[in-house]
């Protein structure tokens, strides 16, 4: 087990609605980064928050946005969603200083959108 | 776009040793490789890094070739468990740009 949650662990909506989704980082990490991964393909990277800034984006739309809040703790929304929103939702936790560190995933958010 | 390249593929007796190749022949001198495994549809789990040595964990070994253009995951006695999708990642980290690129993996499967 790695320490990242993430919540809900399955979610269905509908195309246009909004949904939020949570992820709660490793104890002692400073950084949250998501990841989008569709069915049968690795994981895309969508952004990454660094004491609450976003510290990087992938080619993701603006409709998909972050928050990270003071405990390091982290929000995905996406806007308006599209059918092809459906897919597992990764974070990722580290503590990012002078030298690289390794990234911990959390257990996914399966997102269905109809 | 990832910057390696593996088998689509792969099937291993359970027991034996399993060996998973990875090409990244434009692999830069601060980049390091990494490997993670997915196990049906989990988050993706940490299993070793290295950035010129060979290395060894827990759960496996990285094997660099000198000229660093390829790799070799070896998981040393495999179990059926290990059976997942195994991606070999190069990375590096400049002012804090730490966004992993994934390729496809190799699929890894244990037979009985």
């Known amino acids: 087990e790695t320490g990242v949650t993430q919540s809900p662990t399955h979610l269905i909506k509908t195309r246009g609605q909004q949904v939020t989704l949570r992820c709660s980082s490793q104890?002692?990490?400073?950084?949250v980064s998501w990841y989008q991964q569709a069915l049968g393909q690795g994981p895309q990277f969508i952004f990454q928050?660094?004491?609450?800034?976003?510290?990087g984006r992938g080619n993701f739309p603006p409709r998909f946005s972050g928050l990270q809040f003071p405990n390091y703790s982290s929000e995905l929304n996406v806007n308006a969603l599209e059918l092809d929103d459906s897919a597992l939702y990764l974070c990722?936790?580290?503590?990012?200083?002078?030298?690289?560190?390794?990234?911990?995933f959390g257990p996914g958010t399966r997102l269905l959108v109809l | 776009d990832a910057k390696t390249t593996q088998p689509p593929s792969m099937d291993c007796a359970e027991g034996r040793a399993a060996n998973l190749p990875c090409n990244h022949s434009?692999?830069?001198?601060?980049?390091?490789v990494y490997w993670y495994r997915q196990i049906h549809s989990q988050g993706p789990q940490y299993i070793i890094h290295g950035l010129k040595n060979n290395e060894t964990n827990e759960m496996a070994s990285l094997i660099i070739t000198e000229d660093r253009k390829s790799s070799t995951l070896i998981l040393p006695h495999a179990t059926l468990r290990d059976t997942a999708v195994y991606y070999c990642i190069v990375r590096v980290y400049v002012n804090r740009d730490d966004k992993i690129i994934f390729g496809k993996g190799t699929r890894l499967h244990i037979l009985p």
């Open positions: 928050y660094y004491r609450e800034e976003e510290n």
């Open positions: 990722a936790s580290s503590l990012q200083g002078q030298y690289q560190e390794t990234q911990y």
């Open positions: 104890s002692g990490h400073n950084t």
């Open positions: 434009t692999i830069s001198g601060n980049e390091y």
